[in-house]
């Protein structure tokens, strides 16, 4: 009764034409109701239809211009009544805004027609199940290991020194790096489009900024066709001002980096068509940047101990003078990606762990819109601020991958574990939603959380130091990068990790307002390829939305 009185519901909307005509811009609303229609034709004509005659429904003049097939499926088959020749053959139909009358529907011959046409549908499902099991066995290859690492499976990986890491080329010239030099550096690879002037010492001469944060924060995070037309709208202010503010024209700037990849591939082609641009127009040696790279290298920008950047730089500093000297142990922690390297040199990266799903930055924005948090300064510090007044041991939550005896990360089982633990608080306390709850319980689930998600840091981060300090390498140095490096607690207590080592560990983080996506970080990049004589193309550099580090083992 309930399937007839459905169908008739759908009849009554199609003759009287009430459907909307908003609803024909859903996929998926039209999708089911031309399945339901073309059901509803088909038990019609099956009670005059001869069981030796198949019928398939051809195109209207709807479907023909949008040419979107809708998978049968299966679905009913049973109370359609066709027989699993028939329905072999009547397997896919097209998406129409009316139901179909008998005059559009193909007669199709039963006997020899039908019979060659099956054999080629057979062996077109063979074809098709053949791949599908390759593909799967494929993918299966990559379940539980670690993402954004190249196992040859990606067209594109990032190298710029060969297949030897060493094999530099200068491909759009070089600045005169006999004397302290200045870069440009553009990044446009998410929500903020930020520029900087930088010196080859390490001297911030000039910056700009310009947030997405207020568009975004209503959506409860980025959303990509938004991001990239608010870069479009600064990229040119934001180039500006920073070259206002560092009391310098393009003219007098000697190269330009911008970030390439990985990240949302229509926000990184702003940023890298303005760099090429200004490269080609002002014949400027260009280099495209790796993101994840920047992140790194900008534990080397030289500071003191109050992040003070060195001033007055000279021949000798600009050359040798930096931070953290290779190699060194990284840990990259951001919105995207969770990831232990081994740092050779740049462009030769030995990746110990990462995420094999998602990233801990991720994991705080998710927390932070599950406790209804603003996020619009992103969820991370969201979070940290509201763990400050909560008990850290209130909420049992499990300690991600405890039998994995390896250096990968994994948050996307803590996730759900938060969200079970505060929807059942939430019931607890007789309310609708987690949104409800008081402050104080918040606060309770957002120190939990937190200690937890850095409690799995830090036992993978251990694990990767004993097997360092195993192979006597000599490496003592830990550098912490990436946006969530910005965390006071997790810096805290990754320091007390570094000093309880037998053998104390060195550890290095940039500023905390360096450790999130700005301009200053494609210029240092930039910077550090130069001193190795490597540039690229501006005329033909492409953008990446993944863009793996070339796999060295």
């Given at each position: 009764?309930?399937?007839?009185?459905?169908?008739?519901?759908?009849?009554r909307?199609?003759?009287?034409?009430?459907?909307?005509?908003?609803?024909?811009?859903?996929?998926?609303?039209?999708?089911?109701?031309?399945?339901?229609?073309?059901?509803?034709?088909?038990?019609?004509?099956?009670?005059?239809?001869?069981?030796?005659?198949?019928?398939?429904?051809?195109?209207?003049?709807?479907?023909?211009?949008?040419?979107?097939?809708?998978?049968?499926?299966?679905?009913?088959?049973?109370?359609?009544?066709?027989?699993?020749?028939?329905?072999?053959?009547?397997?896919?139909?097209?998406?129409?805004?009316?139901?179909?009358?008998?005059?559009?529907?193909?007669?199709?011959?039963?006997?020899?027609?039908?019979?060659?046409?099956?054999?080629?549908?057979?062996?077109?499902?063979?074809?098709?199940?053949?791949?599908?099991?390759n593909?799967?066995?494929?993918?299966?290859?990559?379940?539980g290991?670690?993402?954004?690492?190249?196992?040859?499976?990606?067209?594109?990986?990032?190298?710029?020194?060969?297949?030897?890491?060493?094999?530099?080329?200068?491909r759009?010239?070089?600045?005169?790096?006999?004397?302290?030099?200045t870069?440009?550096?553009?990044?446009?690879?998410?929500?903020?489009?930020?520029?900087?002037?930088?010196?080859?010492?390490?001297?911030?001469?000039?910056?700009?900024?310009?947030?997405?944060?207020?568009?975004?924060?209503?959506?409860?995070?980025?959303?990509?066709?938004?991001?990239?037309?608010?870069?479009?709208?600064?990229?040119?202010?934001?180039?500006?001002?920073?070259?206002?503010?560092?009391?310098?024209?393009?003219?007098?700037?000697?190269?330009?980096?911008?970030?390439?990849?990985?990240?949302?591939?229509?926000?990184?082609?702003?940023?890298?068509?303005?760099?090429?641009?200004?490269?080609?127009?002002?014949?400027?040696?260009?280099?495209?940047?790796?993101?994840?790279?920047?992140?790194?290298?900008?534990?080397?920008?030289?500071?003191?101990?109050?992040?003070?950047?060195?001033?007055?730089?000279?021949?000798?500093?600009?050359?040798?003078?930096?931070?953290?000297?290779?190699?060194?142990?990284?840990?990259?922690?951001?919105?995207g990606?969770?990831?232990?390297?081994?740092?050779?040199?740049?462009?030769?990266?030995?990746?110990?762990?990462?995420?094999?799903?998602?990233s801990?930055?991720?994991?705080?924005?998710?927390?932070?819109?599950?406790?209804?948090?603003?996020?619009?300064?992103?969820?991370?510090?969201?979070?940290?601020?509201l763990?400050?007044?909560?008990?850290?041991?209130?909420?049992?939550?499990?300690?991600?991958?405890?039998?994995?005896?390896?250096?990968?990360?994994?948050?996307?089982?803590?996730?759900?574990?938060?969200?079970?633990?505060?929807?059942?608080?939430?019931?607890?306390?007789?309310?609708?939603?987690?949104?409800?709850?008081?402050?104080?319980?918040?606060?309770?689930i957002?120190?939990?959380?937190?200690?937890?998600?850095?409690?799995?840091?830090?036992?993978?981060?251990?694990?990767?130091?004993?097997?360092?300090?195993?192979?006597?390498?000599?490496i003592?140095?830990?550098?912490?990068?990436?946006?969530?490096?910005?965390?006071?607690?997790?810096?805290?207590?990754?320091?007390?990790?570094?000093?309880?080592?037998?053998?104390?560990?060195?550890?290095?983080?940039?500023?905390?307002?360096?450790?999130?996506?700005?301009?200053?970080?494609?210029?240092?990049?930039?910077?550090?390829?130069?001193?190795?004589g490597?540039?690229?193309?501006?005329?033909?550099?492409?953008?990446?939305?993944?863009?793996?580090?070339?796999?060295?083992e």
């Amino acid at each position: 009764n309930g399937w007839t009185e459905f169908m008739i519901k759908i009849e009554r909307i199609l003759k009287g034409r009430m459907v909307p005509s908003y609803y024909h811009s859903s996929h998926r609303f039209c999708s089911i109701l031309v399945l339901l229609t073309t059901m509803q034709s088909v038990i019609a004509t099956q009670r005059t239809a001869s069981s030796s005659k198949l019928f398939l429904f051809r195109n209207s003049a709807y479907a023909r211009e949008r040419s979107i097939p809708v998978a049968f499926g299966g679905l009913y088959r049973k109370r359609i009544g066709l027989d699993p020749l028939s329905h072999a053959r009547c397997r896919t139909f097209c998406r129409s805004s009316t139901s179909a009358d008998n005059n559009e529907l193909l007669q199709l011959h039963s006997n020899s027609t039908v019979q060659s046409g099956v054999d080629e549908t057979n062996k077109g499902k063979r074809k098709k199940k053949k791949n599908m099991k390759n593909s799967k066995d494929k993918r299966r290859e990559f379940i539980g290991k670690a993402k954004a690492v190249d196992r040859g499976q990606w067209a594109a990986v990032y190298s710029p020194g060969g297949d030897d890491h060493i094999s530099f080329t200068a491909r759009s010239g070089l600045p005169d790096r006999s004397k302290p030099f200045t870069v440009l550096g553009i990044e446009s690879s998410c929500d903020d489009t930020g520029a900087a002037v930088v010196r080859s010492d390490g001297v911030i001469l000039g910056e700009s900024l310009a947030s997405q944060h207020e568009i975004h924060e209503q959506f409860g995070g980025v959303v990509p066709g938004l991001a990239k037309n608010a870069h479009e709208e600064k990229i040119d202010s934001v180039i500006n001002e920073a070259l206002a503010n560092a009391g310098l024209s393009m003219e007098e700037v000697s190269a330009i980096g911008v970030t390439i990849g990985p990240g949302l591939e229509i926000c990184l082609r702003v940023g890298c068509n303005k760099a090429r641009e200004l490269a080609m127009q002002y014949k400027k040696p260009f280099v495209g940047i790796h993101h994840l790279e920047a992140h790194i290298l900008m534990a080397r920008m030289p500071f003191d101990s109050s992040a003070k950047f060195v001033e007055g730089g000279t021949d000798e500093i600009h050359e040798s003078k930096r931070a953290i000297q290779f190699p060194f142990l990284a840990l990259l922690v951001s919105g995207g990606h969770c990831q232990l390297l081994k740092c050779l040199g740049i462009g030769n990266y030995q990746i110990i762990g990462g995420t094999i799903d998602d990233s801990l930055g991720e994991a705080f924005d998710k927390t932070a819109r599950l406790l209804g948090l603003p996020v619009g300064g992103g969820g991370g510090p969201a979070v940290e601020a509201l763990a400050k007044g909560g008990d850290v041991n209130s909420i049992p939550l499990p300690i991600p991958l405890q039998r994995r005896k390896d250096c990968d990360f994994s948050y996307a089982g803590l996730k759900t574990a938060v969200r079970m633990a505060s929807e059942k608080l939430a019931k607890e306390r007789g309310l609708e939603s987690v949104s409800d709850l008081e402050m104080s319980d918040k606060a309770d689930i957002a120190a939990s959380f937190q200690n937890v998600s850095i409690k799995h840091i830090e036992q993978r981060l251990k694990r990767a130091m004993d097997s360092i300090e195993d192979e006597e390498d000599s490496i003592r140095s830990l550098a912490v990068v990436g946006g969530v490096a910005a965390n006071k607690e997790l810096r805290s207590r990754l320091e007390s990790i570094c000093a309880e080592r037998a053998d104390p560990w060195k550890m290095f983080v940039p500023p905390p307002r360096l450790c999130t996506d700005q301009g200053s970080m494609s210029a240092w990049a930039a910077i550090e390829r130069l001193m190795l004589g490597s540039s690229d193309e501006p005329d033909n550099q492409e953008v990446y939305a993944r863009f793996p580090f070339q796999l060295n083992e």
